[in-house]
């Protein structure tokens, strides 16, 4: 090191690093749990990057110049920002009219059947401006700053035709260019079929795969679809995913949300990033999911989904982490199934309601979720040589973070080293 540290966070109650596990591969069965956490530790950074991690007896000072800023973080723990690897984050409107049919017992495909659903939502995207679209994405990545969100998955999915489809896209890399947060671009095109398509939808996929999936190279980094009933089937699914994977494409898949068809299993087989939702997923075949996946497909579970929806099945976290299963955690941020952007309440559901312990939480925020994005060499841990993403909280334990229930404990947000 020629320079001196631009920030230091000193005196930290504790830092929790994520670092200590294996590398090479996403945290998962005792892994999960045994990463290094510092009593009374500091971090140091020089520009945009994590320069040292350790206790505070290990802190050399002669690195600090006049011009360093340092914090005092005493009785507060330190510890990576949140990668957020779920989101549907550009739309149009919002479905507040649908809440009451919810709460009169109309389930999730009922109102998709009768033209709700995200079919609502398709037609408040397309008739949206861009503006209009740009501010909303904009106010939504403002808030999930606030909550210590510091990398985030943009999914699109709204528009349903290839126009809209990629306007979408070109709306959240504009997001993206115009605050800190680091976005990661998902095309979900493959949401449900077009409402041009109604009852084709294998003639939708074959538009987006030779009209749409070309035309994307540079402009996102995942393909993704919905495997369920009312949107794609298993085969449709593979047929499609194959082709996005042939055009280079990492890929992502909406499977066993609501029911068990086989989406995850299959998926992982093609080497997919993440599996998501997964409430229905039986235990018993996560094994076969991890090792369909070699150890590196992810399961994103979606606790306020469930909570939202009220209904009782929740993915069993529990047992697909002893199965060796990896496992991330996310909101699934979107106008219909949760209009919530906070991750720590997923952290604390996921405690009370999928078996994980605050330890395996707060890394499925992190260093896995970061994986399900391939982000795990650049977020997710306080190593060195990393981007310096860090949140400061108003907690002296970790253990108090899913323990205060909904609320949000993120005092200072730091991006890149600002």
């Known amino acids: 090191m020629t320079q001196p540290y631009t920030l230091v966070l000193r005196d930290c109650a504790q830092v929790l690093?994520?670092?200590?596990?294996?590398?090479?591969?996403?945290?998962?069965?005792?892994?999960?749990?045994?990463?290094?956490?510092?009593?009374?530790?500091?971090?140091?950074?020089?520009?945009?990057?994590?320069?040292?991690?350790?206790?505070?007896?290990?802190?050399?000072?002669?690195?600090?110049g006049p011009e360093t800023r340092v914090?005092?973080?005493?009785?507060?723990?330190?510890?990576?920002?949140?990668?957020?690897?779920?989101?549907?984050l550009v739309f149009g409107g919002n479905r507040a009219d649908e809440f009451q049919r919810k709460l009169q017992g109309e389930s999730y495909l009922d109102i998709l059947a009768s033209g709700g659903g995200i079919l609502s939502t398709v037609r408040k995207t397309r008739a949206a401006t861009d503006d209009e679209l740009l501010a909303g994405a904009l106010h939504h990545l403002e808030g999930f700053r606030r909550y210590g969100v510091t990398t985030l998955e943009a999914k699109t999915g709204y528009g349903l035709d290839a126009a809209t489809e990629l306007r979408l896209l070109r709306v959240a890399h504009a997001a993206g260019r115009q605050q800190p947060v680091q976005l990661v671009h998902t095309f979900l095109g493959a949401h449900v079929p077009g409402p041009e398509y109604k009852g084709r939808p294998a003639e939708y996929l074959a538009m987006l795969s030779e009209q749409v999936l070309p035309a994307l190279q540079g402009q996102a980094e995942f393909v993704d679809i919905f495997c369920e009933e009312g949107a794609f089937s298993v085969d449709d699914s593979r047929r499609y995913l194959q082709r996005a994977r042939d055009l280079g494409f990492?890929?992502?898949?909406?499977?066993?949300?609501?029911?068990?068809?086989?989406?995850?299993?299959?998926?992982?087989?093609?080497?997919?990033?993440?599996?998501?939702?997964?409430?229905?997923?039986?235990?018993?075949?996560?094994?076969?999911?991890?090792?369909?996946?070699?150890?590196r497909t992810v399961a994103v579970l979606l606790p306020l989904v469930p909570l939202y929806l009220r209904?009782?099945?929740y993915a069993p976290g529990r047992q697909f982490i002893d199965a060796g299963l990896p496992v991330a955690l996310s909101t699934d941020f979107n106008p219909g199934s949760c209009p919530s952007k906070n991750l720590w309440l997923a952290v604390s559901l996921a405690c009370l309601k999928m078996g994980l312990t605050p330890h395996e939480a707060l890394?499925?925020?992190?260093?896995?979720?970061?994986?399900?994005?391939?982000?795990?060499?650049?977020?997710?841990?306080?190593?060195?040589?990393?981007?310096?993403?860090?949140?400061?909280?108003?907690?002296?334990d970790y253990r108090e973070i899913p323990y205060w229930l909904g609320e949000n404990p993120v005092q200072q947000v730091i991006i890149g080293g600002q």
Request: hydrophobic fraction near 45%; include cysteine.
């Open 17 to 64: 690093t994520l670092a200590g596990a294996p590398t090479d591969r996403p945290l998962t069965g005792p892994a999960l749990a045994d990463w290094r956490i510092i009593e009374q530790g500091f971090v140091a950074c020089q520009g945009d990057t994590i320069a040292a991690v350790g206790p505070m007896s290990e802190l050399d000072e002669s690195w600090l």
């Open 71 to 88: 914090i005092d973080a005493r009785g507060r723990v330190v510890m990576p920002g949140l990668v957020e690897c779920h989101t549907h």
């Open 250 to 295: 990492k890929l992502k898949i909406h499977a066993e949300q609501l029911h068990d068809l086989g989406g995850c299993r299959m998926a992982a087989e093609l080497g997919a990033a993440s599996v998501d939702h997964c409430d229905y997923l039986p235990a018993a075949d996560a094994a076969a999911v991890a090792a369909a996946g070699q150890g």
């Open 311 to 313: 209904q009782d099945k």
């Open 363 to 396: 890394a499925a925020v992190t260093l896995n979720a970061a994986w399900a994005l391939d982000r795990q060499q650049q977020v997710g841990s306080l190593e060195p040589g990393k981007r310096a993403d860090l949140l400061v909280l108003g907690l002296p």
